[in-house]
């Protein structure tokens, strides 16, 4: 397994072990997580040293070049070659396998449903693309059959997230599917929303007939399930705030309650630890899911208002005090426009503070590029925001020099935000040092290394 270290690959390669096979596997360096790997009898090397003289398959994370040695001289050893999704394929076919699709919200609902299986008795494996204390981090081997309720003795659940990034979720065989949302995004990869539609209607094609099993929880707006559902052979029900959706959804943000209706009727309630409509949502899929895989209602419930979050999302660091007062610091993985303002709505709903301070580093050239009027529209309810270098991940020199990161400032500048853009996170660690006052909350935003702008400014002296 080449690029083992990285939170997906680390998974698959425990539960590939834990079925009988050989597995060994290389990193560009070494971390705590091949440390782990390695305590656990799983051969890990780094990218220099010899590969292996046998090997029957390589399963290459997605961030692995195709001209990268050892890939190659596997190819020329007659291994065959499978991606990282096409790996989560291969297992998920001895499991019941529940993949958690969608734009926005991944991460978020599958650790929420693993927190709630775990905490009901239904000792789920699971492969999430962040860490979550709460459920030992971001995998986990679980149980090869269900141990109690209504499916007992079937295949173990094994919950993973379907990326659409260059239609990798294709390759997954889920039993349970869900799609949280559907909006523009990857659009170096798609040519246009109709593609992104297409896409994830080909990832629903995938789940199997209801009558062995298979079953589709969809968003009743927002995830275009009119352009999806239709041709399924799957059991299919929606969710949403709308009354027409199969199970509807209830939101008090004042008091953070949220709950469940099945046809005009309360199933259950439950109060949501995470701020927002849009993590009321998120929280309602896993409890939906949790019930549909044999956990009783308020059981479920009572485990979704226990979840206590998974890192950078919507992540509380702490309090900092300066000489001018006490600032409030969060983190945050949103790198898409409505992400963004999901979140500093939510924020500013949640804590109410003096100022809203936002730093966020775009994520990729070509998405700033695609969608730069969309984020310029994002930030509405911040009050100042600070914008560092772009992330350069994937996009190509010639996408790089199509759009900068002061491209972004003076949009917003034009909406009248406050903005400006710092590129050294050195010097935005110092601005924020001295621009911050008493009452503000801090949120660092994005994909890349951003968050450790939020690390940095917790560490410094006071």
């Known amino acids: 397994m080449i690029g083992?270290?990285?939170?997906?690959?680390?998974?698959?390669?425990?539960?590939?072990?834990?079925?009988?096979?050989?597995?060994?596997?290389?990193?560009?360096?070494?971390?705590?997580?091949?440390?782990?790997?390695?305590?656990?009898?799983?051969?890990?090397?780094?990218?220099?040293?010899?590969?292996?003289?046998?090997?029957?398959?390589?399963?290459?994370s997605a961030a692995i070049p195709r001209d990268h040695p050892e890939l190659v001289a596997a190819l020329q050893q007659g291994a065959q070659l499978r991606s990282y999704a096409e790996g989560l394929g291969m297992v998920q076919q001895r499991r019941l396998g529940v993949s958690i699709a969608g734009t926005h919200g991944k991460s978020t609902t599958a650790a929420m449903l693993a927190w709630i299986l775990l905490d009901t008795g239904l000792d789920p494996g699971f492969i999430i693309g962040a860490n979550c204390e709460q459920i030992g981090g971001g995998s986990r081997l679980g149980a090869a059959a269900i141990p109690s309720g209504p499916l007992a003795?079937?295949?173990?659940?094994?919950?993973?997230?379907?990326?659409?990034?260059?239609?990798?979720?294709?390759q997954h065989r889920p039993t349970v599917g869900l799609i949280n949302n559907l909006e523009e995004d990857h659009l170096d990869i798609y040519e246009s929303l109709d593609a992104i539609i297409d896409s994830f209607a080909a990832f629903a094609s995938l789940i199997p007939p209801a009558e062995c099993g298979g079953s589709l929880l969809v968003a009743h707006e927002g995830a275009r399930r009119q352009r999806i559902t239709p041709p399924l052979d799957c059991h299919v029900s929606t969710f949403g705030f709308n009354p027409e959706a199969d199970y509807q959804v209830a939101w008090d943000a004042a008091a953070r309650r949220a709950g469940i209706l099945r046809d005009g009727m309360w199933v259950t309630q439950w109060t949501n630890t995470m701020p927002g409509a849009h993590n009321a949502l998120n929280a309602a899929a896993a409890v939906i899911l949790a019930h549909q895989l044999g956990t009783e209602w308020d059981a479920a419930a009572d485990a979704a208002s226990r979840f206590q979050g998974l890192d950078r999302r919507m992540?509380?660091?702490?309090?900092?005090?300066?000489?001018?007062?006490?600032?409030?610091?969060?983190?945050?993985?949103?790198?898409?426009?409505?992400e963004i303002d999901n979140t500093l709505r939510a924020l500013r709903a949640a804590e109410s503070p003096e100022r809203l301070m936002c730093v966020f580093q775009p994520h990729q050239h070509s998405r700033t590029r695609f969608l730069l009027d969309q984020f310029a529209e994002s930030f509405a309810a911040a009050d100042q925001v600070i914008v560092p270098e772009i992330y350069f991940?994937?996009?190509?020199?010639?996408?790089?020099?199509?759009?900068?990161?002061?491209?972004l400032v003076a949009r917003l500048q034009d909406r009248g935000v406050a903005a400006r853009h710092i590129a050294e996170f050195s010097d935005i660690v110092e601005t924020l040092e001295k621009d911050l006052q008493d009452g503000d909350l801090l949120v660092v935003m994005g994909a890349g290394p951003v968050w450790t702008i939020a690390r940095d400014f917790m560490e410094s002296p006071s």
């Open 393 to 407: 991940v994937r996009d190509s020199e010639a996408e790089r020099k199509r759009v900068c990161a002061g491209d």
């Open 315 to 338: 992540e509380r660091l702490g309090t900092r005090r300066l000489r001018s007062g006490e600032v409030t610091v969060f983190t945050d993985y949103g790198h898409h426009p409505t």
């Open 4 to 60: 083992i270290g990285g939170c997906g690959m680390c998974g698959l390669a425990r539960i590939l072990a834990s079925q009988g096979l050989c597995v060994a596997g290389s990193d560009r360096v070494m971390s705590p997580t091949t440390e782990a790997l390695k305590s656990e009898g799983i051969a890990v090397h780094c990218d220099d040293a010899p590969l292996p003289s046998s090997i029957d398959l390589v399963i290459a």
């Open 153 to 170: 003795g079937e295949p173990g659940i094994l919950i993973t997230e379907a990326c659409e990034f260059d239609r990798s979720f294709h």
